[in-house]
């Protein structure tokens, strides 16, 4: 059990799950106070010392039935399912539809595992593999639903048939789950749990990558507010922090006087904290609108914790979006921002030279030493004028210049990217392809 914890917590890490060598210890230690035949009772000992966030949980579950649903011998699994009575995927499904129209779930589990074992098996001389594509392709159960609502009584009210329906794409959905979590578990049987769970496990959100989340943007969305949060306390306790400045000599020996003249307590100059202005030019063109779109959800989350902040949207012309973040309804803001900003008056692919050259010529009087540059884009010009002196004179009249890259930096300067020219005139060019490496910025530089 010890090996097969390390194991599980390393899976944990490796998934984007922190994990301390203190809480692998707290796990271990609850296995004192439950029962190992009770496997929920176990999964939920070890989720309370191990899990910091509902985001997390998806994965843990994952992880847990790979690591402690496994571990039977191959040939124990051959006798039991040689054991099983031989089904046909017709006489299959008539059990799963009874299984549906009934309220024992442990009936679909078992449906689930004899229905892997008979048809989700990949080619004939193997049993390594199994798929629960396959399975649920044999079994048809869109259409079994299908049937099913067809048949429900005529005299049910719009209600009723809403909330039967709802009902069995419920239980439907638990089926699905239950085949997938069964062929998970016998490749796991043969190919080791770690080799599953390298595919097996959804990124957790702040882990999802930009330019390539489709399906998981609600996520995203929800992990935006909480990360501001926490990004907001991290960035107030480091502003704070640095209000202390060097030892005020003077004050220092006056106050030593009351010890002997011995400066037991030195005192430090105190500092005005500095809250700079906050610039932010972000390319909304379709390659990186995503990464947009969040950035700057995030950065006027984080409002508060600067003098002013000002927002500038472009593809190829440019212009501010501030006012469509005045509330804190950020979702609708940059449904607005898509709909109302004027940010093509060409041909809708990037223009970076243009687009600089115009915000130094509309606001570069506005910018100054309090401000602080943010450049949210890919470097990809579209092989126009890149125009890297407007870039050089914007970076020279403000405090810092940053530049935040959705691409992977080995894709910098590849095609019409000018990442390496562009980087040269700013403080520094990062790359950042998910919350976690915006956070990691926003915490250790602004």
């Known amino acids: 059990m010890l090996q097969r914890v390390l194991e599980f917590t390393d899976a944990l890490r490796d998934a984007g799950i922190p994990v301390a060598v203190s809480e692998s210890i707290d796990a271990l230690r609850t296995l004192d106070h439950v029962s190992l035949e009770r496997q929920t009772a176990v999964r939920e000992a070890f989720a309370a010392t191990l899990v910091k966030s509902g985001p997390q949980r998806a994965a843990f579950d994952t992880l847990f039935d790979l690591y402690f649903g496994t571990g039977r011998r191959p040939d124990f699994l051959d006798q039991r399912d040689a054991g099983d009575k031989p089904a046909t995927a017709e006489q299959l499904l008539d059990e799963l539809r009874d299984a549906l129209a009934g309220t024992d779930p442990s009936a679909m589990s078992d449906i689930a595992r004899r229905a892997v074992a008979q048809l989700g098996r990949l080619g004939s001389s193997s049993r390594e593999w199994y798929s629960n594509y396959e399975v649920l392709r044999a079994l048809d159960l869109t259409g079994l639903l299908a049937r099913m609502d067809a048949e429900l009584p005529d005299d049910l009210s719009d209600l009723e048939r809403r909330l039967i329906r709802d009902e069995l794409e419920r239980r439907a959905r638990a089926f699905r789950d239950a085949v997938l979590r069964e ?3 016998r490749v796991a049987e043969h190919r080791g749990a770690q080799a599953v769970a390298s595919y097996a496990v959804k990124p957790l959100p702040e882990n999802l990558n930009f330019l390539s989340a489709t399906a998981d943007m609600a996520e995203l969305r929800r992990a935006v507010r909480p990360l501001a949060r926490k990004l907001a306390t991290r960035v107030a306790m480091k502003r704070r922090r640095a209000t202390r400045g060097h030892v005020d000599l003077r004050r220092t020996v006056r106050h030593s006087l009351s010890t002997g003249g011995v400066p037991m307590d030195p005192v430090l100059r105190h500092r005005a904290p500095h809250r700079p202005e906050l610039f932010v030019l972000c390319d909304v063109s379709g390659s990186v609108s995503r990464f947009a779109r969040f950035a700057l959800m995030l950065t006027h989350a984080l409002a508060a914790q600067f003098s002013r902040v000002r927002s500038f949207a472009f593809v190829d012309t440019i212009d501010e979006v501030t006012r469509f973040f005045e509330h804190e309804d950020f979702v609708a803001a940059i449904d607005r921002m898509n709909d109302e900003a004027l940010v093509v008056s ?23 030493p309090k401000t602080t540059l943010l450049v949210l884009g890919d470097a990809r ?31 910098w300067d590849t095609g019409d990217s000018a990442a390496s020219e562009y980087a040269a005139l700013v403080d520094d060019m990062v790359e950042v392809r998910n919350l976690r490496q915006l956070e990691d910025f926003i915490a250790t530089r602004l």
């Open 183 to 185: 062929t998970r578990r």
């Open 346 to 368: 060409d041909d809708g692919h990037s223009d970076y030279g243009t687009v600089f050259e115009r915000f130094l010529e509309n606001y570069g009087s506005d910018v100054g």
């Open 381 to 411: 010009t579209n092989y126009r004028s890149r125009k890297a002196w407007a870039l050089k004179e914007l970076a020279d009249k403000v405090r810092h210049a940053y530049w935040l890259n959705p691409e992977p930096t080995y894709d």
